[in-house]
């Protein structure tokens, strides 16, 4: 039997359009440092503790990086991703940014969250086709993710882990790290990533909270510091 080639033609665009993509290919994507947020360009204040002496070597970097996530912006950030990816309003969800551009403790930090986000969701409108409008980073990824139905948990994850292994990039760059020790320490963070993820998500906005001082006063004080290779 002779199949019709129309036919053929309609069963293959059927395929297409009902072919599920596996989440964490999407996410992979977003998360990865091919997609055009930027992520590269900024240290998060880490250039301004390896100026200081504060951050010196593999050691002194991984207490660095375990703090900014456990105590930090990487913790907090989970919290308002969840709470964009669970918002039903328009209205929530701005207010929800607004939250997140008042938490930033320096306006180079305000910078990083605010252009990523833009980035973000700029790229991510023209190719997946979603109508995301001008957030920041957390709060686009976790709106993008619920349009999308992308798994929560699995959104956090590899958030807080693509967060961490951009602030690992940076401290290969700066400190110098060989790339074996920066990979070593990203591999010892990854645990705490992951539980962090967890717990994080079944948070609310009432657990935001953070400790990180000396990264804090880092970042106000990479804003005048004359020589810098990063943005923040």
């Given amino acids: 039997m ?16 009902t072919m ?5 290919l999407t996410l992979t994507q977003w998360l990865s440092p091919s997609y055009p947020v930027g992520a590269f360009t ?14 010196h070597d593999a050691p002194s ?19 308002l991703l969840a709470a964009a990816y669970n918002t039903n309003s328009e209205e929530s ?45 957390p709060v686009a990824i976790g709106r993008a993710a619920a349009l999308q139905q992308l ?20 401290a290969i760059r700066l400190i110098p790290l060989g790339q074996t020790a920066g990979q070593t320490a990203l591999h010892s963070v990854t645990p705490l990533c992951q539980s962090i993820a967890d717990q994080a998500i079944t948070q609310s906005l ?4 953070a400790s990180s001082f000396a990264t804090d006063i880092a970042s106000m004080a990479h804003e005048t510091q004359y020589s810098r290779l990063f943005r923040s």
């Fill in 93 to 137: 969800l701005h207010g929800l940014d607004e939250l997140a551009r008042a938490l930033a403790p320096s306006a180079e930090r305000l910078l990083e969250t605010d252009q990523q986000g833009a980035a973000f969701a700029q790229t991510t409108g023209a190719v997946f086709d979603t109508d995301l409008s001008r957030l920041t980073y």
């Fill in 20 to 24: 599920r993509i596996d989440p964490i």
């Fill in 42 to 55: 900024y240290s998060h204040g880490l250039e301004s503790s390896v100026h200081s002496g504060m951050v």
């Fill in 206 to 209: 009432d657990d935001l909270g």
């Fill in 151 to 170: 798994p929560l948990r699995d959104t956090a994850r590899l958030f807080l882990h693509a967060f961490a292994a951009s602030l690992t990039s940076a």
């Fill in 2 to 17: 002779v199949t019709d080639a129309r036919t053929v033609m309609i069963t293959r665009t059927h395929m297409r359009m």
């Fill in 61 to 79: 970097f991984s207490e660095w990086l375990k703090d900014v996530l456990s105590h930090g912006a990487g913790r907090n950030d989970v919290i």
